[in-house]
Each structure stands twice: as C-alpha cells, then as structure tokens.
C-alpha cells in the first residue's frame, strides 16, 4: 500500500516527476531544490561511526563544531538534531496551545507543523498585518524568494514573542550563503530559537544533520523531546568535518555567486524575470511559468512550481557546464515554440 502524499509540495521528489512525465533518457536533471550541486567531499570514517551507537563525545564535537562555525556564545545551547525538519516538527508539539503567525510565502512545513499540532496560524505577508500572537515564523533568507530580514526586526519580534510567553522561531536554512545576516551571535537573547541545516549549502541533504540555537531554558523540552542517538555517528562525523573547513566554506561561496551569476544571464536571456532567490537558487517570473515547468519536465528537467503563485518557477543551481547546456536547450526549444 503507497503511502499517503505528503499533504506540502516539496521539490526532489523525482518518483513523481517519473510518474508525470516519464523517465528522460538523459536521466533528471534536479533543480527543483536549493541544495548545492558541488557538495562537501565525504571523508573517509572509522568503522565505528559505522558499528558503534553514536557516542556521546562525538555528539558533544560536532555540536562545539558547529557553535564555533555560527558563533554561538557560549551561554547560548546548541541542540543537534537529525535534520532541522524535526526540529520543525517538534517544537510545535512541545508548545502549550498558541497564535502563531508564519511570515510568507515561505517554506510550507512551519505552517503545517503548528496548525496540525493544533495550533492557531495566520500566514501574513506584511509584519503590520500580523495579528496578536505568541509565536512568529521567520525564514531567512527566505525560500523561495530570498529575502533577507533585518536583524534589528527579528530580534524585536523574538523580544515581543516572549513578553507574550513564547518565542520567534528563525529559519536561517540558507543563512552560511550570507554569515552576516545570522542571528546566531544573538542566540541568547530572550525568545529566539534559530535553526539552522547542514544539507543546503554543504550539499549534503541526505545526512539529516540540524541544530537549534537558543536559551537552555528554551530548547530543554526539545531536547528531551528528541532523545539520545538523534544523530547518526557517520553524520557526526561528516557533519563535523565539514563545519570546520572554513577554506572549504569560503571558496564554495565564491563558486555558488559564479554559477548563480551564470545561471541567471541563462533565465534572462530566455525571457524571464529572476525576481529573487539565493546564491542555491533563483526565483523567475513568466506568464508562461506553468507551460515552462510541463516543457521542462518532458525533457528531464525538474524545477518548482508553486501552489500560491503559478506565475513563478524555482530553478536551482546546475553544478556543471554540460548541466547548463542542457538547460539552455531546453530553454530554446520552449522559446521557439
């Protein structure tokens, strides 16, 4: 029996793309995510990482790992988690019943994760339209449109979700694209709880590795919640190889602007608007948005549409010359129809 669909569209799921439009000879060419194509060179482990239940010291390494990384004080904790979808899925679970407005349209799951844990939300675009609340939902940057909040208005929002008796949660999935936005220096101020993810910009989605940043006092509960062994002890190990290479970091972020750059003279250049995104991905607009997603698929390349707006696609970054060419023929072949 298949199993119930996921009831929040997500890019990656190439089953259903096979399913709609076939299997490309060429094989798919995924751009349907924001996950770095260039992804972080797996080290080699020790047959423990393998053989062992994860060990305690190497959870406590990869979790110093990472507060080194993001700069997070040391009175601040650091939870980590397998994947931060958990950690979406958890807090609103742990949580008394609350009001809680998601700042969108943005990443689906928040939304569906507090309003299937029973909780009131509101889905506002604009903060003066947000209604009395306990718990704010930001995304920053933001996918899929990448905007980039204002740090002086997060931690205004964090200060007044806590006067109300809750706290702001900050999705900074996409935040190692742009260090200087994080808030994770800020971890320790009253009502912030900042996600972050290794998947993205390493590359490396399928480690299933994510932190929350926060209060002791405020991540207690999750961390009960998520239990001993939540990290694999290879992903303990990946994960905190990776989040110690710094040249490794600063050399990706000048490779992701080139390709970014070059994929956005490819979308231009084919007629469409690029109205926003990421370093890991590009938001383009097109009256022709949905023709485009139907043509594209039909040649092996999967982007992202949207429910909320049919007037825009997601195209991810191609990690290389002959992936950019594909897309650019294909591009052709919509424009000369």
């Not at 003066?128 to 980039?148: I, K, L, Q, T």
């Not at 706290?167 to 800020?186: G, H």
């Not at 992701?256 to 370093?279: F, K, P, W, Y």
């Amino acid at each position: 029996m298949a199993p119930p669909p996921d009831p929040v569209l997500h890019g990656g799921d190439l089953a259903a793309a096979t399913a709609r439009f076939g299997a490309p000879a060429e094989g798919w060419l995924d751009l349907s995510t924001g996950i770095n194509p260039l992804p972080y060179p797996l080290p080699d482990l020790p047959d423990e990482a393998w053989t062992r239940l994860p060990q305690h010291d190497r959870e406590a390494a990869l979790i110093a790992a990472a507060r080194d990384c993001y700069g997070v004080a040391p009175e601040a904790a650091v939870v980590a988690a397998p994947g931060t979808q958990a950690i979406v899925q958890w807090l609103p679970r742990l949580a008394p019943p609350r009001r809680v407005v998601v700042h969108g349209p943005t990443y689906g799951e928040h939304a569906a994760a507090w309003s299937d844990a029973g909780h009131a939300v509101t889905t506002v675009e604009a903060p003066g339209d947000a209604p009395p609340h306990e718990v704010a939902v930001f995304v920053s940057p933001n996918n899929p449109d990448g905007r980039v909040w204002p740090r002086e208005a997060l931690l205004a929002a964090a200060e007044r979700c806590a006067g109300a008796g809750g706290f702001a949660v900050i999705d900074e999935a996409f935040a190692d694209l742009v260090p200087d936005a994080s808030l994770a220096t800020q971890a320790a101020a009253p009502g912030l709880v900042i996600l972050r993810s290794v998947g993205k910009f390493f590359g490396l989605a399928g480690l299933r590795v994510g932190f929350a940043l926060g209060r002791h006092a405020l991540l207690a509960p999750l961390r009960r919640a998520i239990g001993p062994w939540a990290v694999s002890g290879a992903a303990l190990e990946i994960a905190g190889t990776a989040l110690k290479d710094e040249a490794w970091m600063a050399q990706t972020r000048s490779r992701l602007s080139t390709l970014r750059s070059r994929l956005d003279a490819i979308l231009e250049a084919a007629g469409l608007t690029v109205v926003g995104g990421t370093d890991l991905f590009r938001l383009a607009g097109s009256a022709e948005a949905a023709r485009l997603h139907a043509h594209l698929g039909a040649h092996g390349i999967l982007t992202r549409a949207f429910d909320h707006d049919d007037g825009v696609l997601r195209f991810g970054l191609p990690g290389d010359d002959a992936d950019f060419a594909r897309l650019e023929r294909a591009l052709a072949l919509m424009e000369r129809r």
